[in-house]
């Protein structure tokens, strides 16, 4: 693609395509979208290390996009790969269905949580995740701008150090699961009446399973609001998302996995 460095490798496996660089997502990553495939480009880092091992492990196990290459050329990581079937959840034809996304959604992120965690080779309990946001907090990476509105201020937390001191004085229990890490609506995909996959893995591994409710959860309260496009559908029901889940929420932990991922 034009301006933009690709290994020949790579490049040789392209080959004559069209690419369209993807807008969606809080990413730092530059996501180049073509007919069949997909190519991801981002600074060499622990998730995106994480992220190629990952596939490579849940291949054959889940619905994610299948490896064609991984490089890494002077500390940048491109990462090659087929297309997931469908479109993101967040589309317009399931936020105006929200019964049969909310159906579809909780299906897979139930098929996450039954995957044998025996071998997983990424853990991402509470005091790993901990550890690199204190890392992030010393070295001023936490975007206080982006965080929701009630986190920090006069009735919320002073600063993001304060917010860290909080989480390590009040981490739950926890009930380990294979997660996705970050389940938001644009990294899960459907194809009419089913669930077709999951993208954006570099945070998957072994954690407790409201990682995953927490972040989809508030996912779909911002979606159904319009943050993102400034466009509202009626209200979020989320009777009906933990229903469909089949479970009884448990908003401690809901409140902590959400404060949780402020520094980050």
Known sequence: MEGI???KEIQELIGDRI???DEVGKSSSKVICY???ILKIEKTNKSSDNEYRMMEWLNG???????????????MSYLLMTRVEGTMSCGDEYMENPKLLIKLMAEGMRKLWSLDITDCPSMNNIDKLLKEAEY??????????????????ENGFRDPAELLTWLKEHKPEEEFVFTHGDCCMPNLFLNKDR???????????????Y??????????????????????????????????????????????????????
């Open 5 to 7: 460095a690709i290994p």
């Open 19 to 21: 690419g369209k660089v």
């Open 35 to 37: 007919s069949d495939m």
């Open 61 to 75: 196990k889940l619905s994610v996009p299948e490896i064609l290459c991984f490089k890494k050329e002077q500390e």
């Open 136 to 153: 992030r907090v010393i070295n001023g990476l936490c975007d206080i701008e982006d965080a929701e509105p009630e986190t920090y201020g």
């Open 195 to 209: 669930f077709s996959g999951f993208i954006d893995l570099g945070n998957c591994g072994i954690a407790d399973k």
């Open 211 to 264: 990682q995953d409710i927490a972040l989809c959860y508030r996912s779909l309260l911002h979606n159904f609001a319009g943050v993102y496009t400034g466009k509202a559908y009626p209200k979020f029901d989320e009777e009906m998302f933990f229903k469909e889940l089949g479970i009884e929420p448990d908003w401690e932990k809901i409140r902590y996995y959400i404060l949780l991922d402020e520094l980050f």
